[in-house]
């Protein structure tokens, strides 16, 4: 009994320590700023963003998440119906067999294939045509991709104009400079900002979980390393009060991601015209806000302007960092769009949707010759988010 006050109290200051360290004002803070700049004072009339309110997130993403499901359901679904948007699924005639190596190798080498046929009484042009139907199966249908896209849509074009309205009068809207100045970092949080971020901070922790239901691209992984940087770069922004730079990060990315969701949803309606349009305002506009205003005007005014005028700090050079792992994605999505606006304008012919799975056709390649394949999915070039 006497052992267990001694290991409490070691618990207790190793926990301290542990605090101390990871919240180290040497790491986090520039010269002569001490976590103390960072409490609220009663009747000063500003307020200072404090750990604590990260919690507000959890519920907004449930909101979020709930809307979602509302929105798709009842909005986006009954549209797509107006609209004819095909609900068509595909089956696949049962073989346990052959579902215990599809759920090991969904698409087996032509040696594997020969090995399957040898242990059946398929031929291998059966056992390749069930392979496809099997895989098909899996593929969500075109009306599943029309409300997620919508949903979006709707969601990106919200938030862009909420972000908007509560940064348009604030100073460092047209003046990143300004978000190191103004007596740093006793700098003022409105609501209007507040819940932008919280907002935003929701959305994102839905997408990291909603990714895994969603209709699979094949950049899942470079979306995914979006995602978590995004909320790391929020969380830390909230922390250290970065919080002009982070709401100029975020509106921005916020400007075209809209008009690529409305150029699928036309696409998806077979508008050819807006869809065109619109993804040539996507093409322009990504080139614009995250080649150019976005490392030459944020991830600058983060790296030098910041050090010009508050001094040098570690958590700042860490907070460049996640930003510039950003613009590494930027560009390789970038090389992708360029790719498909090419083959769309310059070579004149259309790509499928390259980053989300299409319709396979039932018909082998000796089988084809001489006839079309049916393919199923969009017929441009978009990339789909």
């Known amino acids: 009994m006497d052992m267990l006050p001694t290991s409490f109290q070691f618990l207790s200051g190793l926990g ?84 215990q190596i599809y759920l090991k190798t969904p698409r087996p080498a032509s040696a594997q294939v020969q090995n399957i046929a040898k242990q059946t009484d398929l031929s291998t042009r059966q056992i390749e045509r069930w392979f496809r139907k099997r895989r098909n199966k899996d593929r969500p249908t075109v009306m599943s991709k029309f409300t997620e896209t919508a949903w979006r849509l709707f969601y990106y074009f919200s938030i862009l104009i909420y972000g908007i309205v509560v940064l348009w009068d604030k100073p460092w809207f047209t003046n990143p400079r300004r978000c190191w100045m103004d007596n740093f970092p006793r700098q003022h949080v409105t609501g209007g900002i507040f819940w932008y971020y919280m907002i935003e901070l929701g959305f994102y922790l839905c997408l990291i979980f ?55 949803l036309n696409r998806y309606m077979n508008k050819t015209f807006l869809c065109d349009i619109l993804f040539a305002m996507f093409t322009v506009g990504w080139f614009i806000t995250r080649l150019i205003i976005y490392p030459y005007y944020i991830i600058y005014s983060t790296s030098i302007e910041s050090a010009e005028i508050l001094g040098y700090a570690h958590s700042i ?69």
């Open 16 to 99: 301290d320590a542990l605090e101390e360290k990871f919240f180290s004002e040497w790491f986090w803070l520039p010269e002569n700023i001490t976590w103390k700049d960072f409490e609220n004072i009663p009747g000063e009339g500003i307020y200072i963003p404090q750990p604590k309110d990260i919690l507000y997130c959890i519920p907004v993403a449930v909101v979020i998440f709930c809307a979602r499901i509302f929105f798709e359901r009842f909005i986006a679904y009954p549209f797509g119906v107006y609209m004819n948007i095909s609900t068509k699924t595909y089956s696949c005639p049962d073989n346990s067999q052959l579902e």
């Open 317 to 385: 050079a860490l907070f460049n960092a996640l930003l510039c792992t950003l613009q590494v994605l930027h560009v390789i999505w970038f090389g992708i769009i360029a790719k498909a606006a090419y083959k769309a304008v310059v070579v004149g012919e259309v790509e499928r949707d390259i980053r989300s799975c299409s319709e396979e056709s039932d018909v082998s390649v000796d089988e084809g010759k001489g006839s079309h394949q049916h393919k199923n999915g969009n017929s441009n070039g978009i990339q789909h988010n």
């Open 210 to 264: 909603s990714q895994f239901r969603d209709v699979k691209r094949k950049d899942f992984w470079e979306h995914f390393t979006h995602h978590l940087a995004t909320i790391f770069l929020m969380l830390f922004s909230w922390f250290c009060n970065v919080v002009r730079a982070g709401s100029l990060i975020l509106c921005l990315h916020d400007v075209v991601d809209w008009t690529l969701e409305g150029a699928k």
